[in-house]
């Protein structure tokens, strides 16, 4: 093969054979996005801006080529326009489909300073909410707008406004499939209770939208609350819930997993390299006094019951991580609530209560109540009752009795 | 590392396809023609052991390349050897003739046969007996003396397994938050 391995950039210039364009997240950030921000000349025009709009993902992979050469990836600029005037909400819709955001955000990191975000999204055609999930996946970066002080709550408020306007630099690339068959989620038949459970609290909290409609919102919405606090607890709880609906329908094998709630202890988060507790706690307190929209939000998700999970993003990046959590929380169920006693700050005994709350939801799901259950929990709250955990556990253990021997669910029922 | 000076802007990386290593580097070297650029360096003479190749061979993300020779025996180096594991695929153009052989050796510490295994491992690549020949072809008219040489050049891949997320795949944790969407779908009567 001669010299027409040499590719051309745009027609400007010759990327020799080779080399690839795989920047990393801090170039995309740091570099790209940055001088676009600023308008700035890019050499090599390499990242192209897109309408998100109006290109498929199968036309961006067009419309982005470098050279001629095979490509698993490719990059844009894309300037986020909000879906309605008045809302928060970026509109990623195409004619075919549909962009959605999933799991939660991940702070890009550039010498240990936080410099962005990224936020995961998948392709599904068709419309919401019956799409349908495809394998296009795109990582979307956006740059803060204060690196300096994340902190400060102010800062955070203003964040949120304008995250979802301005220049973002994507990566779209097809997911490969051999994850496929994760064994959680081999269990697709959710309990009717539960999703039933679901659906008449997102219609409580919400009586203008329809439900899935506002599945997606609040989805949005949890998003972004993420990146206020930059590791809300409410955030978490939405991930996490779905694996509690998903295994109390399996009650005898799934166990294990009622014990994900608990994850919040002084233990687990003490561990987190970057969230100090009194600082998302913090945020949580004004988001509360707050009247204005987080102040809502706060309440659509207190509304949902979701259990308020703490996991540090950063120490949970994958299954290695999520089995040392639990194996952390196995260790330190006994002195989680030792710990209890040490705390005067009453921020924290909030955060405490919340941790009942925890406790409590499983039980309330289990009994299948569905609207009452939000009475019971905020009755329970209130009383600031921590004895209310061990009436879980012991509920545990005597349904799981019968069938289960599941060690973890022993260990955990160990008396406080 | 070459008299070319590769003056991309910021991203651009050396991430050869297997095809590329083979026809365009390889395949260039071992018909003595120069490699534009000529980023990879030639540490036959050398033998460094893998965590030495810092600086000496190019790296590009904790993976570095070199062109060496082949060898009768197992490559020897300071301090250990590298053993084939056994596994030779084929590299095979895009129009599907095939060029060369990608063979997978790993590292191990201390003097064969009793060496300790390490993660270190090398991909070579050798041209194919075709592809070597038509090479050794088209330039026997100037260099026949040389022939046999040609195609005893190979071009070595060398980096140190790793889990690494470095954010261009989906994590395991970003797979299951994928997964769990689906559960957000289900939508029931009333």
Redesign the interface.
Known sequence: ?P?G??ISVNGQSQ???????????E??LH??LKKKVSNER???D?IRDVDLNKLEPWDIQEKCKIGT??QN?WYFFSHKDKKYPTGTRTNRATAAGFW?A???D?VIYSNCRRIGM?K?L?FYKGRA???L?SDW?M?EYRLDDNTTDTNNVSTMVMGEASQEEGWVVCRI?K??NH?KD?P??SS?T?S?IT??TR?LQMFDSCTNEG??EQ??HY?GRSCKEEDETNNSNSTCAR?LQ??N??LISNINGGYSFLKLPSLESPNSTSSGQNCGYGQSMNAEMVTDSDQGTIGNKNQVSNNLVYPNIHIDQTS????VA?DRLVASQLNGQTEASRQLSCFSDPTITMAYSNDDNDMQIPGNLLRSSSSSSNKSYHATTQQHDYNSEIDLWSFARSSSSLSSTDPICHMSTSPI | MGDNNVNLPPGFRFHPTDEELVVHFLHRKASLLPCHPDVIPDLDLYPYDPWDLSGKALEEGKQWYFFSRKTQNERVTNNGYWKAMGIEEAVVSSSGRRVGTKKYLVFYVGESPSGIKSNWIMHEYHLSESASSSSSRSSSKRRAANKIDYSKWVVCRVYERDDDDDGTELSCLDEVFLSLDDLDEISLPN
Not at chain 1, 15 to 25: A, I, N, Q
Not at chain 1, 316 to 319: D, K, Q, V
Request: glycine share 6%; aromatic share 10%.
């Open positions: 093969m010299d391995m040499s990327v020799p054979p080779g080399f690839r364009f795989h920047p990393t997240e170039e995309l570099y790209y890019i050499d090599l390499v050469t095979p990836d959605k999933t799991g939660r991940k990224r995961t998948v909410p019956h799409g999930k996946i990582h690339f997911k490969k994850h994760s959680i989620l697709t959710t009717s999703a039933e659906n439900a899935l599945i997606l989805m991930f779905p694996i609906t998903g949970l990046t994958n299954w999520l």
